[in-house]
């Protein structure tokens, strides 16, 4: 797979499907970039992929609900891989309101996204959608201070954002299904790329931070960047755990590049 490119939609979880997409990294493999809509009674996206395959993306939505009835729009935070095709979408969906914090609000405030349909919501906060509650979670990795993930407590799947990300070689289904030494190896590599401060923290109260984590009981865990993970999370915060010891990333630089590109 050489370009970003959005494979089928498929259903992940109870009431919940993911749009995904993969997108190469030179040099690196795979990074799956996936949203996700539940299908409360009042409808949640859960941020809304990459702006350069907008279209292609908002048929995919579109074909799963009509935007007039989508509710809110949890953004996790605010990189362009999450809220890419935001503005476009708030355009479609008039009754949607984007939930986010404080700092959230502020940087989709410069990026020129209108605040006047945002609702703030901290972690430990509930949003209240009708037939559930989503509780805010704060996950153990991110890259932004505002990332705030989520578990939809009726059927305990958890939205992670960032965090539980892995990078790939090739695309799966799932999480469990792949190689294990290959996930191992995919998940710290990401983390020591998403969260370089892993390597300079603390592993007790990291490990702390994981725990958290542990007693939500997730079921499922939705990471932005990983396909759906079912019965691995010791796992998981294994790796994460083995990443606080990993080397701190550096991406190649422009003489490497220059040589991949001739490649
Ligand atoms: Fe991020
Ligand atoms: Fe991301």
Redesign the pocket.
């Known amino acids: 797979m050489n370009e970003p490119t959005l494979l089928e939609p498929g259903l992940v979880a109870k009431d919940t499907t993911s749009i995904n997409a993969y997108f190469p990294l030179p040099g690196l493999g795979l990074l799956p970039?996936n949203a996700f809509l539940i299908n409360a009674q009042q409808p949640v996206l859960v941020d809304t992929g990459l702006a350069s395959m907008g279209k292609q993306f908002r048929e995919q939505l579109y074909n799963l609900i009509d935007p007039a009835d989508l509710q809110w729009i949890w953004i996790?935070?605010a990189?362009p891989?999450?809220l890419g095709n935001l503005k476009d979408i708030l355009n479609d969906a008039p009754n949607a309101r984007i939930v986010t914090c404080y700092l959230g609000m502020g940087k989709m405030g410069i990026l020129g996204i209108p605040l006047d349909r945002v609702y703030l919501l901290n972690p430990g906060q509930q949003l209240d959608v009708g037939d559930r509650k989503l509780l805010a979670v704060s996950p153990p990795t991110y890259?932004a201070p505002e990332t705030c993930g989520l578990l939809d407590t009726k059927n305990h799947t958890l939205f992670s954002?960032?965090s539980f990300?892995a990078l790939m070689q090739e695309p799966s289904e799932s999480a469990e299904a792949m190689n294990t030494d290959a996930l191992r190896e995919g998940c710290i590599k990401w983390a020591t790329i998403?969260a370089p401060w892993l390597s300079k923290i603390d592993n007790a109260s990291f490990s702390d931070s994981l725990s958290d984590i542990s007693r939500l009981n997730a079921t499922t865990i939705l990471s932005?960047?990983l396909p759906p993970a079912r019965g691995i999370n010791s796992e998981l915060f294994s790796y994460l755990m083995d990443a606080t010891r990993a080397p701190r990333f550096f991406g190649p630089d422009q003489a490497a590049l220059e040589k991949m590109m001739a490649a």
């Open positions: 970039i996790t935070h990189d891989d999450h890259d954002a960032d990300g998403d932005s960047h």
